[in-house]
């Protein structure tokens, strides 16, 4: 679809918000709204250099004809992104890949980015907050220095208790946010009047850094909570056609691993079956 930029601005250096518009671009083809999770890909100019699509993630649907994406300039393709200018036309494919879960008797989500990795997450918050009043939710928000902790006022904003975590110490606290992270499960961890434990029903969702994602599953199976993560990968066709994202996953059915696309089963993955 040829979707048009409305607004594409620095938000802090080296990361720019981007809004684009296009009939029905919020929503897939078969009309059911875009996911948290979701991506789309991109191409980036209308010619064929560079030719491969770059893969954003729904960072806030604005509306059925309006997406926003939160991205870091990486390289060429996201540079070229960050020129466009109101008005300018993008050609991009979209909403793929199957986005987050919220499996059934979940009561409270601990949502945990890094850097550029809270873009789908504050999906992810406005779908709770605007279509699951029944689910809590708490956010961890890690960066390197107060200026790549993003997004930390939205989460505030929806009423979702918020906390920070810079390797700097230029916010509170100073260090990495699992260590938040896992404070926070340890402060809330009792078992209840009937023996249960007080995080049954609690669902981690994660998206950042590779050794983040890995600490955070460690963490989620010491505990035994449920930990939802998106995974990245170099995406060449994006629709599961050329087997570019491939990555090991255990294989439950019959033992062993197995290769899964990111971009179609995933990006979102139970973080217990991937092999790190
Ligand atoms: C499902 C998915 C969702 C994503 N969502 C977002 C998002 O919301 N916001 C955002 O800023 N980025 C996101 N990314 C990463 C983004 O796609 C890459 O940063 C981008 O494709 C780089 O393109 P480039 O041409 O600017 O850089 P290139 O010139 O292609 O590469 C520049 C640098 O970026 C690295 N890079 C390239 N592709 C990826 C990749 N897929 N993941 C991580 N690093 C990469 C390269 O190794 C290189 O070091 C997502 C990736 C995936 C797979
Ligand atoms: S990017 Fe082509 S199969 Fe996933």
Redesign the pocket.
Known sequence: MIARIKKNEELTSG?FLVDIEADGIGKDKAGRPALPGQ?YMLK?GLSTD?L?R??????RKLSDDSVR?????????????SRLIPGDKLDLLGP??NGFSIPAGVKHALIVGGG?GV??LTALADYISDERKDITAAAFIGGRSREYVLGADEFRQKGIETFTATEDGSLPRKGLITHALDDYIREHNRNDACGRSTVCGWVIYSCGPHPMLISVAAIAKKYGIKNYT??????AC?IGACMG?VISVLDREHGGSVYKK??DD??VFDAEDIIW
């Open positions: 990361y991506f980036v560079p491969l770059r893969p954003l993630s729904l960072h994406f939160l991205y870091r300039q990486a390289g060429r393709g996201t540079g070229i992104i793929l890949g550029i873009a789908p998106s995974m990245e990968s170099n995406m994006g994202c990111v971009c995933g990006p």
